[in-house]
Structure formats: structure tokens, C-alpha cells
């Protein structure tokens, strides 16, 4: 498997190098050089496969050869050895739970498959790998799960001060071990900009082996594809063949994962990017201009994100085509107050309680069938987080009924270990070399 710079079809470089660099030098981000599209055959009969045999197929195909089967089929089953279950809210509409593996978030499925792969790639006796990842909530815990213990790394997170939930920063800050984090004085895009300016910064290159655990790497979207083709299995079982998938969507990742399972043959009558008010890829779509902006506090904090690092690469699988993009792709985006008149809604109705992201992928699905009514497709919303990790939201009826994970419980009482920095690249930069 070769990978190109999306500022640069001709660069070039096998997959072990795109994992370790995260960026190429040109300050593009890497793609597959050939997508594959499955077999036909195996998209018909994706109800035969249990998940973890779905992730081994899909990422068989993908890397082509860069890992041998045995060992990536390990990695799979090390990787992916929790469910993400489809759950009906109500007619036409189902939830996709991502947040039954340790972080209780959807990016476990990615930061877990990318350390094996990392550490399978890591031969003995090479220079430690700094890894360096900005979060906005949840990449952080999940990174931190997936990599504590890992021999040889050392991992440095990056989040927002006072932008973060309570649970979130503790699963960000009790971890010890090769687990550093650093709490800056800015926003997600602040933490974001000093990754990629670290990464591109000679003295930090020369001095130390950097790579990103951000989506912007790609071994952290390969395996996120997993449970776009298991969500399909799962309604096949169930007797439909048509589907919608609403992503609540901050970095753009999750929703460029869902399009690359959609270029390698998963039938998808159409993605929902459901934004809170840093809406700057839905304006982008209704006007044609692309306006970055700073972004904005909500209580959807992991979709805080004001200039999305993944977009590039999604406008990549369009080749810069925004009419033929906008066929498959409509963006919504919502108000604080309406996120929560949605938790308070689905709950009175259909006694299921949300996180503030998923009721925003919720609400943008049911605006979507309101004017779709004739569509047979089924929709699903993408829940990306476990609701106990936001419980400041909710109302005290129903924060009673959040049933609290033991990984939760286990984290009150630790002790947090972060350190304060400004949001200069000179505050940055100076912490490292020390």
C-alpha cells in the first residue's frame, strides 16, 4: 500500500512511513494511492460476518500487502474486541453505539488498531516514538488507552482549558506511565495548530522521532471504515438494504472514514454532517466558500472545531468537485438549546438517553427524512460517546437512569497530572526540548 500528499498526487510513500510521519512534508495529509472496491459478493453478504472478521476483509484490502495476514489478523483481534451494536429509536431511525470499547468513544476503534499497528511496525532498538495528539474531548482518552504501557512510545496530549468534561480530562490526566498531557490556554484549533507546526519544525524533527495519533494520521481512519460496513451488516439482518448515515462531525474524520467504506463499494444513499455552531463545512456547502473561523465553546465540545483537518482529504475523494460532493454529503448545524431540546425529547419519547454529539447527528437525520418522506432508506445516527461523560447536561430525572461504567468509576479520586502552557508555539516547543 503507497500513499500520496493530498497537495501532491506524485509524492509517494509506502504505507510504514505514512503511519510513523503522520504529514507529509508539503503539509498535505496522506491517501491510499488505489482504493480498492470489494467484492460485490462480500457487500451482499456482510450479514454473514461477525465485526471483527468485517475489520480483517476491509483492512485486508486496503493495505494490500503492507502487513502480512496473520499479523494483521492479531492486530484486528486485539484491536477490535468490542461491539458496536445498531439499537431502533424508532421507525426508520437507529443508533450506531460506538462507545462500548475503553473510552467509552468511537475513537477507541481507531486509536487501538493504529497503536498495534505502530507497535508492529516499531523495531527493536529504534529511536522512542513521540507521539503527539491535540483532542477535543474524547481523541485523547481513547489515544491514551490505546498506547499506555506501550514499550518505546511516549505519548503527549494536547487539550483546551476548561473545554473538556470533567470525565474527559480525567481520562486525559490520570494515566501516568509514558502519558504526558498538557493543558493549554486556548482552543482545540490552538492544540491543533501546535501539533502540525511541531511536526514541521526542523530542530523538534531532528531531535526526536514525532508522529500524531490525530486523525490526520492515516492508520486512524483505515480502521474507522470497520463499523460503517458492520452497521450495514446489522441492518441487512433486519431485511434493509438502503441507508443514511447522520455523523456528528468536528475534525471531519468520522464522516471521511464513512466515504472512503463508501468508495470501496458500501452502498450509501447519502451522509448527514451534523455540526453545532462551528458550522464552517456546512456553510461551505450552501455557499461555496470555505471560511475557517475560530471556534466556538458548546456543550458538544469534541466537535469544537473551527478549520477541520480531515475536509482536505474529503474534498480529495471529490477531486475538488464541490456539485458532485454535494450529491452524497448535506451539512446541518445546531444551537446549544435545540441539542438539549433533543436529549429532553428522545428521552421523554423513546426513554433513550443521548450525548450531546449524537442527539445533533439525531436532529440532522430527522430533518433530513422530514424532507425525504418518501425515501426507504433507514437511517443511522452515529452515537460517539457514552452519555455519563457529559453529565453536566443533563436534567437530574435523567441523570439518574445513566448507568455509570466501571472504567468511570475506577477514575474518581485519581490524582491529575497535567501541565499548564500557553497556546505559543515558543511555550510549546520549549516543554519538549526540556
Known sequence: MNLYSTNNKDFRVPFKEGVFN????????????????????FIRNLHLYSLPEIAFQVSRAMLNGAIPDADLQQIINEAINFEAPLVEISEQIHVLE???????????????????????????????LNILVATSGDTGGAVALGFLGVANTRV????????????????LTTNGQNIRALEIDGTFDDCQALVKRAFNDSELKE????????????SRLIPQTFYYFNAYAQLQRQGYSKVVFSVPSGNFGNIGAGMLAWKMGLPVQQFLAATNLNDTVPSF????????????????????????????????????????????LTGYSYTDEQTLDAIRQVYADQHYIMCPHTAIGYMALKQWMTYHATEDAVGVC????????????????????????????????????AICLGNTFDAFKAYLLS
Request: net charge negative; hydrophobic share 40%.
Open 22 to 41: 503522520s504529514l507529509p512534508e508539503d503539509k498535505g495529509l496522506y491517501m491510499p494511492e488505489n482504493i480498492p472496491v470489494l467484492d460485490p459478493e
Open 98 to 128: 460506538l462507545f462500548h470499547g475503553p473510552s467509552l468513544a468511537f475513537k477507541d476503534f481507531g486509536a487501538r488498531f493504529m497503536s498495534r499497528v505502530m507497535a508492529y511496525f516499531l523495531n527493536e532498538g529504534e529511536k522512542e
Open 156 to 171: 503527549t496530549i494536547l487539550y483546551p482549558k476548561g473545554k473538556v468534561s470533567a470525565i474527559q480530562e480525567l481520562q
Open 207 to 218: 531531535r526526536f522521532r514525532l508522529t500524531s495519533a490525530n486523525s490526520i494520521n492515516i
Open 285 to 328: 456547502l450552501l455557499t461555496g466558500v470555505y471560511q475557517a473561523k475560530p471556534s466556538v465553546q458548546t456543550w458538544s465540545n469534541a466537535m469544537d472545531v473551527g478549520d477541520p483537518s480531515n475536509w482536505v482529504r474529503i474534498m480529495d475523494l471529490f477531486d475538488g468537485n464541490r456539485q458532485e460532493l454535494k450529491k452524497v
Open 382 to 417: 452515529l452515537a460517539t460517546a457514552h452519555p455519563c461523560k457529559f453529565p453536566d447536561i443533563f436534567s437530574d430525572e435523567i441523570a439518574r437512569e445513566i448507568e455509570i461504567p466501571a472504567q468511570v468509576k475506577e477514575l474518581e479520586g485519581k490524582e491529575k497530572m
